[in-house]
């Protein structure tokens, strides 16, 4: 789409000329769409957890009041998480709005995979319990790849969380790697709901989540994978899920190797 708007050059008073601006509007029209959805975002998603600060901060100022420490323990924790999850909307809004921009900044350099998925384990709040399955290939002498470390252990966190959280089983997820001449590619492999396959072409769409009946699975806000897509985007990578409902996804992470003649040059 392109507009065009007729605009007068002015030197002080006097109109001495006139020129036209063409724009290409597709892109003005994305960040719009992008502007609303994130409106619709922040009345929906941040209220939930404002109220709920809000109130228990209102319970704990009583003066009236003797509550028990456990109780006000148990308010504090809520007051936490609430924060917690506030914080990560506003992460994720950042992300999402610096990659629709294309404004997303990677700083790449040689680095072991091993190594970024093992730091985004140790990053998930049930790290030691037995839902992990590493496979050897991934203890295999794999090539460097070039990458954000930052932004990939991100990538990964989320991958396990999603198996984790979409999952109605006791939850199993699978790591293996395997190397071409360019790529690194990681495979996460859950046990979880899987997806059916007219959704799975949509998934890292912003905003888009499979609907679900279950209300503990209602906190996300379906721009995880939108921002996994764009930090792999970013690296020059990909990001790409096989899925079969009702038995289990998995999601592959291809990261460009190091190639010390090119990378070094850049
Ligand atoms: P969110 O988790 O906040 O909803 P995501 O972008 O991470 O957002 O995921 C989008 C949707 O894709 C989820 O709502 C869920 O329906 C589906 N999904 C993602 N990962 C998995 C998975 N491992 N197994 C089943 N469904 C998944």
Redesign the pocket.
């Known amino acids: 789409f392109m507009t065009v708007s007729s605009f007068h050059v002015l030197n002080q008073d006097h109109v001495y000329g006139r020129g036209y601006v063409w724009r290409d509007i597709t892109k003005e029209h994305e960040v719009d769409s992008l502007k609303n959805d994130l409106i619709s975002l922040a009345s929906h998603e941040f209220k939930t957890p404002i109220t709920g600060i809000k109130g228990s901060v209102e319970t704990l100022l009583r003066t009236d009041a003797d509550w028990e420490e456990s109780f006000k323990q148990e308010l504090l924790e809520g007051i936490h998480e609430d924060i917690g999850r506030i914080q990560q909307l506003i992460e994720d809004w950042l992300d999402i709005s610096k990659i629709e921009a294309g404004a997303m900044r990677v700083n790449r350099e040689p680095t072991r995979i091993q190594s970024i998925v093992r730091n985004a384990i140790k990053r998930l709040p049930n790290a030691d319990e037995h839902w992990l399955e590493i496979d050897a290939s991934l203890e295999d002498r794999l090539p460097l790849v070039y990458a954000d470390k930052t932004r990939l252990e991100q990538v990964f966190v989320?991958l396990f969380t999603?198996?984790i959280?979409?999952n109605d089983r006791q939850p199993l997820v699978r790591v293996s790697a395997e190397s071409d001449d360019t790529y690194v590619h990681i495979r996460v492999t859950?046990n979880?709901?899987?997806?059916h396959a007219d959704h799975l072409e949509h998934?890292f769409d912003r905003f888009?989540?499979?609907d679900?009946s279950s209300s503990r699975r209602t906190s996300?806000?379906?721009?995880?994978?939108?921002i996994c897509k764009g930090i792999m985007d970013s690296h020059g990578g990909q990001l790409r899920v096989e899925?079969i409902e009702g038995e289990g996804?998995t999601?592959i992470v291809s990261i460009p190797q190091y190639n010390p003649k090119e990378d070094d040059t850049l």
Do not use: E
């Not at 979880?192 to 997806?195: D, F, K, V």
């Not at 996300?220 to 939108?226: D, I, S, V």
């Open positions: 989320n999603n198996a959280r979409y859950d979880g709901t899987g997806i998934i888009y989540r499979v679900l996300g806000t379906g721009l995880g994978l939108a899925s996804s999601f």
